[in-house]
């Protein structure tokens, strides 16, 4: 078993001018490719570990697995939920209504994740989520590269704000970026994560 470098659903410049076509190849071919190379890396040595008994060696590197794997995962569901620019419609139907529940408006929502992903402290990861038990929307956010589920939450929408993904078009004016990302987001595969979710 080896996870794979996921193929992105467009070219490497089919994002610009909100994320530059350099961002977007350093940030799939050497930072997701690197998350990847070190969650199989760390899941073999932990196979090893366990064939052996070594119960110590395996909790030295668990660490390293939540790392690379959530690293794995957000951006896996990162790449998915962006979109070229008129390409990614709009929120529709009972995701819409939910939206508009819970914030009053497509823009409220906007401006909290706004605010709240701007401000995560050092790198980490921006949500809209789904809270499974109570089927309520909500705006979370994450430290480093833990997933959501470590919060009992199921991601719909993700803004990667390591410095990485925007820093070289960016410079330190994170909120410029965060601002921006909406004209590329993807609603079609939000309005599918919420429908799966919400559905079960
Ligand atoms: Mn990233």
């Not at 080896?2 to 977007?24: C, D, G, H, K, T």
């Not at 330190?172 to 799966?196: G, H, L, M, S």
């Amino acid at each position: 078993m080896s996870f794979q470098l996921p193929n992105l659903p467009y070219s490497y410049e089919a994002l610009e001018p909100v994320i530059s076509r350099e961002i977007m190849e350093l940030h799939h071919k050497k930072h997701h490719q690197g998350y990847v190379t070190n969650l199989n890396s760390s899941l073999e040595g932990y196979q090893k570990l366990q064939a052996e008994n070594k119960i110590d060696g395996m909790i030295a590197l668990q660490k390293a697995i939540n790392f690379n794997g959530g690293g794995h995962f957000n951006h896996t569901l990162f790449w998915e939920n962006l979109a070229p620019k008129g390409e990614g419609g709009e929120p529709q139907g009972q995701l819409l209504k939910s939206i508009e529940h819970y914030f009053g408006s497509l823009d409220k929502m906007i401006e909290e994740m706004s605010a709240k992903t701007a401000a995560v402290q050092g790198s980490g990861w921006g949500w809209l989520a789904l809270d499974p038990q109570k089927k309520c929307l909500r705006v979370a956010t994450c430290q480093n590269q833990d997933p959501l589920s470590t919060q009992g939450l199921i991601p719909l929408l993700g803004i990667d704000v390591w410095e990485h993904a925007y820093y070289l078009q960016y410079k330190n004016v994170r909120p410029d970026y965060v601002k921006a990302i909406w004209q590329i987001i993807n609603w079609k595969t939000v309005n599918e994560r919420f429908e799966k979710a919400h559905s079960k």
